[in-house]
């Protein structure tokens, strides 16, 4: 198997360029994916000069990691939105994302896109009876908003089921080849696009912004962070609204497409999906947890091949992860940063469905540019306001977030931890992994961006954060966000 996601296999593409000098910029796109991509898309044709950038390589980050659904039937989102909010809210969510669907087929279509696009069936099912009444809630609410579905006891596969829930008009799509498309779309349109560029922080000043990297400067009027997790946020404000969940993927070879989507709703997730290039493949997404609980990612692995193996497809060809950002009311955080400052945009908080959010987002946020009307300005506004059930789920999620922390700080070496110990030496803690010739790679064990203590991925062989997701390499260079600080030490200062 090769531990990479089946949206990077064959990939090879032009690199765009790496930022040189201090440049100014109208408007500064800060991430590379789905909504920096797709932001930048509706901005071609803007007279306003546009410049994207991103830490790695366009559409490689978070957006390659996704199953690649385009579906609007999203799990028991709509009972979370209903029960925060009322149907009308959760019916308005339901609007955008159909809408997202039509728009990404719209573009694929103008712009003849070669991305392996293919309309079908999505499902939402169980196999169990006290999920039952979940799914029946769920259809009320899709009765509410016209929705055509059907039920059934099964799905098109043999598959544990017992009730279902169908719909027509989704679709899937290969992530990576869309995206990159667009990238060479609106470079083509005069957008900049600088990769390898990471931005370290941002500096307000009176009517512009200055975006620092660790050796230039980019002046921009107007900034939209485009990335997974805004890490130029003052500490203490996102976490506070968030939580970020991991996941788990595989991919297998088949014998047939079967043509339709599915995610089960009991307490262990079961999301398939098909996909066909010159072979066909069957994708299974599953061991959705948050982020510092079930922190052992073989184990989660080997769950997860179980699954694949015993139910789909034994032909296990690729396995990689994702992390998704969940907010306290199950809706997008996409608008304007602050009340009063309309050159600060913020696209995140996808809730596990980043392809229609991400979309939906570059078109709200373009607007919000273009000083155009959109109808879901005030749903995804960052600034909008509590009520009590918010208020219920804004301190669980704060307990969940302080809940990592200290047990980051309490279960130091887990029991699975192989040729890896934590060491403290002269007051201060250490990671050490040793490799299979017995050398030792020692670094900090300490996250730069909120001090959690960092957990040793025995999979990927990298220091992860349990709480925020930063990732390090076993020689501490930062890999992933949102710490923009390696935890590299000089061993002869102990």
């Known amino acids: 198997m090769i531990n990479k996601s089946i949206w990077l296999k064959g990939i090879k593409t032009k690199a765009s360029q790496e930022l040189k000098e201090d440049i100014k910029t109208d408007i500064l796109i800060i991430g590379g994916g789905i909504t920096g991509i797709t932001t930048s898309y509706f901005l071609k044709d803007s007279k306003s000069k546009v410049t994207l950038v991103d830490a790695g390589k366009i559409a490689h980050g978070q957006s390659s990691n996704t199953t690649g659904k385009l579906t609007y039937l999203q799990g028991l989102i709509y009972n979370k939105i209903e029960s925060t909010y009322d149907k009308d809210t959760a019916i308005k969510y339901l609007t955008s994302q159909k809408e997202a669907i039509d728009i990404v087929k719209d573009i694929i279509i103008e712009n003849n896109i070669k991305c392996d696009f293919e309309s079908n069936n999505s499902f939402i099912f169980t196999n169990k009876d006290s999920e039952i009444n979940k799914l029946i809630k769920t259809e009320e609410i899709l009765k509410y908003g016209n929705i055509k579905y059907k039920t059934s006891n099964k799905l098109p596969i043999k598959f544990p089921c017992i009730y279902s829930i169908k719909v027509d008009d989704t679709a899937v799509f290969h992530p990576v080849k869309y995206l990159l498309e667009l990238k060479r779309i609106v470079e083509k349109h005069g957008i900049k696009v600088y990769e390898k560029t990471k931005i370290t922080h941002l500096e307000k000043k009176e009517n512009y912004y200055i975006a620092h990297t660790n050796r230039f400067k980019i002046e921009a009027k107007k900034v939209v962070l485009a990335c997974h997790y805004p890490f130029f946020l003052k500490p203490y404000f996102f976490p506070f609204k968030t939580k970020i969940e991991k996941g788990y993927l595989c991919a297998a070879l088949i014998d047939k497409n079967k043509r339709f989507n599915a995610i089960s709703e009991d307490d262990t997730t079961y999301s398939i999906r098909y996909h066909s290039d010159y072979k066909d493949y069957i994708i299974h997404a599953g061991e959705e947890r948050s982020l510092g609980t079930n922190i052992d990612n073989e184990k989660n692995y080997e769950n997860l091949f179980w699954v694949m193996k015993t139910q789909l497809s034994d032909k296990l060809k690729y396995y990689w992860f994702n992390y998704d950002i969940l907010t306290n009311d199950s809706l997008p955080i996409i608008g304007y940063l602050e009340k009063d400052n309309s050159n600060l945009l913020i696209g995140t908080g996808y809730n596990l ?101 960092l957990i040793f991925n025995t999979v990927d062989k990298t220091w992860d954060c349990p709480c925020h997701g930063s990732r390090f390499d076993i020689k501490g260079k930062v890999i992933k966000g949102p710490s923009t600080y390696s935890i590299s030490v000089d061993k002869n200062s102990f």
């Open 353 to 453: 469905w980043g392809m229609t959010n991400g979309t939906i987002a570059g078109k709200v946020l373009s607007d919000l540019i273009l000083q155009k009307e959109n109808k879901y300005t005030n749903l995804f506004d960052p600034n909008r306001v509590f009520n009590v059930n918010k208020l219920t789920s804004y301190l669980s999620y704060n307990l969940i977030n302080g809940y990592h922390y200290v047990l980051s700080k309490v279960n130091k070496n887990p029991k699975f931890y192989k040729n890896v110990e934590i060491r403290d030496i002269d007051g201060k803690t250490y990671g050490v992994y040793t490799d299979e010739s017995g050398k030792e790679y020692i670094v900090s064990n300490i996250c730069p961006h909120m001090k959690c203590s």
